[in-house]
């Protein structure tokens, strides 16, 4: 058992660390009792002790609180001047071992060892999980601590991986002379980003899936943690390690309204099935260079085959025979953040193959939005300039020379952050800006103005377009606003040349 006595002095503070996994940063800890200044120095106070977690990646609160979950926690003390304790280098961490969930209010040390507050120095703690108790999942990469900096090594995912989620917390700093008693709440984050994929029938055309895949998904990658507040990661350099997506063991017939996920090679799923991944940059999912090799770009390939592309083959049933077909999309451009969850879905629709994504805040639980409520306003849907292109019905069609200019107004929430994605053939087009924050009394008086730049550069064998994908993002919550700024469902066109 670690015994760390103070021979002059006996201070020891009960400190109640509330252990918490989301974005936010509300621990949600009772208070605890705040012992008084002791009269002399030998007054005995209670010993550190660690109090009940909030929640905590891909688990929720119920199931992080289960007996035997592990958090490795670090109390680096500088600055200490009193007597030396027995036990403890001062150029070794204070606390350095593992606390394990035991009951409804306890984190106890492996150790079973007690650990004093100190009445001078300055106290620096954080932490990260090891033992996921829950999903029996321990952390399968042994981080390495320098200071304040973690290393950790070389992860490669793929859907068969531990789906273990490396949380590690920002820094709590105690200054012993400021005599502060209160909780201290390790915040922890999320080290990882989270994928799922779905492949959606609304066609009563029937459709035979034969393979599916993001070409040049980079899955492997390492990285290092400064701790800090907040804290800071620093990525490696990523990199392709075999394919992230399983290859398919047969082809899968979909009728109308039917689903398939490629990842879990399960027809018709009941709930979405997330994977971790590294986060991956803006040139990580949307390189910008364009395919060289003229035999390739004869064969329909319009961009480099490192580039990160969803490649889908699939047969159309028409009349009594089947179509072959293969179709090649690019991912959106934006990053795929850590602590967000990315959920792509392939739509196949009458003539068309659609790709929609949303992208969640980790902790996020679906359900219907009411706009009677005002969530959100949108006294004016999205319309075309007819100066920059022609328009039928719902479809602008560019006019040559011109770059079609829409508009929209969005008056609610107050604060929040519109984002427009494109579906469709999306690497003939640029939709500028994608996002905005939400001002009803700046001086567009929530006018919204994006331009479709067309790329004319790309043969067009064929006529091309895109349509679009609203969301508005606020208090941590995404909600799909498609229906109220898209309400015609806007076609772009692009003929062919």
């Not at 009940?52 to 003390?77: E, Q, R, W």
């Not at 150790?111 to 108790?133: I, M, N, Q, R």
């Not at 009563?204 to 701790?227: H, M, P, Q, W």
Request: proline content about 6%; some cysteine.
């Amino acid at each position: 058992m670690k015994d760390m006595r103070i021979y002059n002095f006996f201070a020891v503070l009960l400190l109640s660390a509330g252990l918490l996994a989301s974005c936010s940063k509300s621990s949600g800890i009772e208070e605890p009792v705040v012992p008084q200044e002791p009269e002399t120095p030998t007054a005995k106070l209670p010993n550190i002790t660690f109090g009940k977690p909030g929640t905590k990646a891909m688990l929720n609160d119920a199931d992080l609180k289960t007996n035997g979950s592990k958090i490795h926690v670090y109390d680096l003390l500088s600055g200490y001047t009193g007597v030396t304790f027995e036990g403890w280098n001062p150029n070794t961490p204070y606390i350095d071992e593992e606390i394990i969930y035991d009951g409804n209010v306890v984190w106890k040390y492996a150790s079973e060892g007690v650990y004093p507050w100190t009445a001078t120095g300055t106290h620096k703690f954080f932490g990260y999980l090891t033992y996921d108790k829950k999903s029996d999942l321990t952390n399968p990469v042994t981080p390495t601590l320098s200071g304040t900096t973690m290393t950790v090594p070389s992860i490669t995912f793929t859907p068969a991986s531990a789906q273990f989620d490396f949380l590690y917390s920002d820094m709590v700093t105690r200054d012993a002379a400021t005599k502060d008693y209160s909780v201290v709440p390790l915040t922890f984050k999320h080290l990882f980003t989270a994928l799922s994929v779905e492949v959606e029938s609304k066609t009563d055309t029937k459709v035979r899936l034969k393979s599916i895949t993001f070409e040049g998904l980079k899955n492997k990658n390492n990285a290092t943690i400064a701790f800090a507040s907040p804290s800071e990661v620093t990525l490696g350099t990523s990199s392709v390690d075999g394919s992230f997506f399983p290859t398919m063991s047969s082809s899968i017939e979909l009728d109308e309204d039917e689903l398939y996920d490629p990842l879990t090679q399960q027809e018709n799923p009941t709930e979405r099935s997330y994977f971790l991944l590294w986060p991956q940059s803006i040139d990580d999912v949307a390189p910008t260079n364009l395919e060289t090799d003229q035999s390739r770009i004869d064969a329909g390939y319009t961009h480099l085959s490192s580039d990160s592309l969803i490649v889908v083959t699939y047969d159309l049933r028409v009349g009594g025979d089947w179509e072959s077909h293969a179709t090649r999309m690019k991912l959106p451009k934006m990053p795929w953040e850590a602590g967000k969850k990315y959920h792509f879905t392939i739509q196949f629709s009458d003539k068309l193959i659609q790709l929609t994504t949303k992208v969640l805040p980790w902790d996020y639980n679906e359900y219907d939005v009411d706009y009677s409520e005002g969530t959100v306003v949108v006294p004016t849907g999205l319309k075309f300039d007819a100066s920059t292109c022609s328009t039928t019905g719902s479809v602008a069609t560019v006019v040559s020379g011109k770059n079609p200019v829409g508009t929209f107004t969005i008056m609610a929430p107050v604060g929040g952050t519109w984002m427009v994605g494109m579906t469709g053939d999306t690497e003939f087009f640029t939709v500028s800006p994608t996002s905005g924050t939400i001002d009803p009394n700046g001086a567009e008086s929530g006018r919204v103005t994006i331009t479709v730049t067309p790329n004319l550069s790309l043969a067009r064998p064929t006529d091309k377009q895109i349509k679009f994908k609203f969301t508005v993002t606020a208090n941590g919550r995404e909600i799909d606003a498609q229906s109220e700024i898209n309400r015609d469902d806007w076609i772009v066109l692009l003929p062919k040349n």
